[in-house]
Each structure stands twice: as C-alpha cells, then as structure tokens.
C-alpha cells in the first residue's frame, strides 16, 4: 500500500481491526499521523484529568508555560555544561524556595521526578550524616532508625526497606490523624537518624505537631546530646502553608528542621513530573551524596546530586510559573500567590459543603482529597 493509501486507510480507521503492537516492535513502519491517531484513540477511554477530583497533581497551565515546556523537551538538564542557564534556572529556584521556607542564610537543594526521590535523596541524607557523627565518636553505626508517623505517604517505608532503615511508626488513632512530640518521644533513641513531621497528610490535608516535634528534639539535644534532625514532607502542603499560613512556623524558622522536600506538580502548579529538596544549610547535604565531575567542556569542577538524564522541560515550566507568582522578595509575586491558593481553598470549601449536602456521588475518591481549611491553635489545618 502506498503512502497516501495508508494515510487513507488510517483516517478511516482501518487500523481498529488489527491488533495494537503489543509484545515486538512490527515488522512494518508506521506514519507519524497514523502512530498519532493509535496513540490517541487508545487514550480517549481514559478519565479526563481536569474532572478528576481525586487527583493530587496539575492538570492546567497557562499556554505559555506550556509553549517553555514544548520548546525544551529536548534538552538533556543533566548535562549542565552543555545547558549551563538551565542549571542556573534550577538554582534559582532552588534559592526562591529557600527564601519561601525561610533558610537562614546559604543552602542547597535540587529538583527531583518529584517528592518521592526529594524524600529518598532526603533521607538518605539524614543516614548518612548520623552515621558520620557516629562513627566520628567512635560509636556504632549499624542499627540505624527513623521516626514517622502512619500519616505519611509511602514512599517512607519504601525508603525504610531499601536502604536498611528500622521504621518506627507511629499509628494514628481513633479521631486523631496526625503525630506530636508525645507521640515520637518513646520512639526516638541515639540510633534515630531523624524524624520526619508531615505538613499536608494525604489523607486529610492536615499538618503534623512540627513546632511541638521541634521543641522536643531541641530539648533532647540540649539535655542529652543526643541530635536529631527534622524533615519536613511538604508534598501538599509547602505551596499552600507559606500562602495561607504565612505566620506559622513549620520550616526553617525552627531549628531542627534540616530538611524539607515539595512537589512542584501538585500545588505548585506545574504539571508532572517536578519535585524540589531543599537544605537548611549546605552541611547539612551528606557530601557521599554528592558527586565532582571534571568537565573539559565546562572547564571547572561541578558538584552534582544525581547523574542521570532528565528533561529540562519541568525545571524551564517551574521558571515560567516562578517567576510572576512569587519570586523572592517581590511582594505582588507573593500576593498573588496568596489570592490564588486562597481561590483554590474557597473552591474546594465549596465543593465539600456541595458534596455534604447533595447526593453527589463523588464516595471516597472526593472525600479523600486534601482539604485546606482554617487553623486551629497548632497551626494544623482542620477540615
């Protein structure tokens, strides 16, 4: 058949009575038009993102951030001496992020697929660094732990049972969907390599104890020499605390907390795949995790946390999204990212009033999204 027979016999859907390459690559080529269409027919029967309600990611961009992403799927963001100014991109917001969570004063961080490996890269982090100030005092290093709560997204205990990590984890109650001091403090031993404190749960929308967590680490420290750090999960709730709440202290204004990751993709208003992991200090990054390349065509040695390729095309849609909606220090940039997550609260209020008094049939798929609501006397948001 030739060219335009096939285009034809494609547009009229021939192709729908052969199977769909399933198991090998076919003999036979395919049109880019006729590849196009199999690919979108196959995804028509799918849900429609912007009607998903039960999702925890972005589904809608502006156009032109969308026209930034389109132009840089083909740059490869990890070779940053080739693509120098996206690396600067990143670090730009590594740095807006830092200011947003109030850093003390120089860190570092780095993007991520999302809050999954911000978390795994965290963690291992946290390992790392107890096992040196262990070994530093001549002590064992072998049994290390950490402390969270059944609040937490799984990837917690993923990291647990892949990188040889005790969990300790603390379950919730009856009515009570969130941990405090009290409820880490049987837990927390020499061995703890930190303790990790949720601001936005999956399930609820609330926030973990963290100033209460944090007076009790700094209290442990300080009495018994024993010093663990906080990491804070801020998947859901990073882009919506500094906005709503800006007065309530979960991030580095406290001093335990060492870490904190986030996911651009959920409200951070860029589509999948973006996740940021950002430091208190730059020691506080476990230097194992960090590897020097000599680079010929850079000329200077680069540090690095990851070594693999990625698209620049998330870090370019952070940028594009960054920029006009809060930038360090440009107070309009703040507050209109203040109004637009107060518009997203009073959307979803509406909703949940809707859904209580109707017979909407939304069940637990609706229920279960996270609903950012007034605080109560612990800074936690209630639902």
């Known amino acids: 058949m030739s060219t335009p027979d096939f285009i034809e016999a494609v547009a009229t859907g021939t192709w729908l009575m052969e199977d769909v390459p399933d198991a090998a690559i076919p003999d036979d080529p395919m049109t880019p038009i006729a590849a196009m269409r199999l690919v979108s027919q196959e995804l028509a029967v799918e849900g429609i993102p912007e009607r998903n309600l039960a999702t925890f990611v972005t589904t809608w961009m502006e156009p032109e951030a969308r026209r930034v992403i389109d132009d840089n799927l083909h740059r490869n963001f990890i070779d940053h001496a080739e693509y120098p100014r996206t690396f600067e991109i990143q670090q730009r917001c590594i740095r807006m992020l830092a200011e947003l969570f109030h850093a003390p004063g120089e860190t570092t961080g780095t993007s991520t697929q999302g809050s999954s490996e911000a978390i795994m890269l965290g963690a291992l982090s946290l390992k790392w660094k107890w096992r040196e100030r262990r070994e530093g005092a001549g002590k064992p290093s072998d049994s290390p732990n950490l402390v969270f709560g059944g609040d937490v997204h ?3 205990e993923k990291f647990c049972r892949y990188f040889d990590v005790e969990p300790r984890i603390v379950p919730l109650q009856p009515g009570k969907y969130t941990i405090g001091p009290d409820d880490i403090e049987p837990h927390v031993d020499e061995n703890t390599i930190g303790v990790a404190a949720v601001v936005g749960t999956t399930f609820t929308g609330h926030a973990d104890d963290v ?12 009495k018994k020499g024993i010093d663990v750090p906080l990491h804070i999960d801020g998947a859901s709730g990073a882009f919506v ?8 202290e ?8 060492r870490s904190i990751n986030a996911s651009g993709h959920k409200f951070g208003l860029v589509y999948p795949g973006i996740g940021w992991l ?9 230097e194992d995790l960090v590897f020097y390349e000599n680079s010929v065509r850079a000329g200077s040695t680069t540090a690095v946390v ?3 390729p990625r698209r620049t095309s998330r870090v370019s849609g952070r940028s594009a999204r960054a920029a006009p909606r809060w930038a360090a220090h440009e107070r309009d940039g703040q507050r209109a990212a203040s109004r637009h997550v107060y518009r997203v609260q009073s959307g979803y209020s509406s909703l949940r009033q809707a859904r209580n008094s109707s017979a909407w049939g939304f069940g637990v798929r609706f229920s279960r999204k996270a609903w950012y609501g007034a605080t109560n006397g612990s800074g936690a948001a209630t639902v």
């Open 154 to 156: 799984v990837v917690w």
């Open 211 to 222: 100033v209460g967590i944090n007076d009790f680490l700094v209290e442990l420290k300080d």
């Open 241 to 248: 605390w500094p906005f709503l709440y800006p007065d309530t």
């Open 278 to 286: 950002i430091f208190r200090e730059k020691s506080d990054l476990a």
């Open 250 to 257: 979960w991030d580095f204004r406290l001093d335990q907390v």
């Open 306 to 308: 990851q070594r693999r």
